[in-house]
Nanobody
Framework: QVQLVESGGGLVQPGGSLRLSCAAS????????MAWFRQAPGKEREFVAS????????YYADSVKGRFTISRDNGKNTVYLQMNSLKPEDTAVYYC???????????????????WGQGTQVTVSS
């Protein structure tokens, strides 16, 4: 069993920044691709960003490209999401997820992931 715990969410003004952290416990964490998803009220849970096992390859949703950065520190068993230039439409619960395979398929699909954190709320409002 892999447990993922997100932190770092909160209330920020438009244009501001937040850094989310996902602390993971469990065996072989460093071998798996990881991702961030988000879900706003009344909307589907949507893909935000993914990262491969060593951080050498990343992939972003068009809506956050150029503003968000996903990274990982395998030594700390932690994945990060740096969010800059935040917009009100970024308001959502953000979830960390572990890919179900060592080699990911389409990272945008929720079905690719087998473990999820409970989420952290990000609210962007003036």
């Amino acid at each position: 069993q892999v447990q993922l715990v997100e932190s770092g969410g909160g209330l920020v003004q438009p244009g501001g920044s937040l850094r989310l952290s996902c602390a993971a416990s469990g065996r072989t964490f460093s071998n798996y691709p990881m991702a961030w998803f988000r879900q706003a009220p009344g909307k589907e849970r949507e893909f935000v960003a993914s990262i491969n096992w060593n951080g050498g390859s990343t992939y972003y949703a068009d809506s956050v490209k150029g503003r968000f950065t996903i990274s990982r520190d395998n030594g700390k068993n932690t994945v990060y999401l740096q969010m800059n230039s935040l917009k009100p439409e970024d308001t959502a619960v953000y979830y960390c997820a572990r890919n179900r395979r060592l080699l990911s398929g389409n990272p945008e699909l929720r079905s690719e992931y087998d473990y999820w954190g409970q989420g952290t709320q990000v609210t962007v409002s003036s």
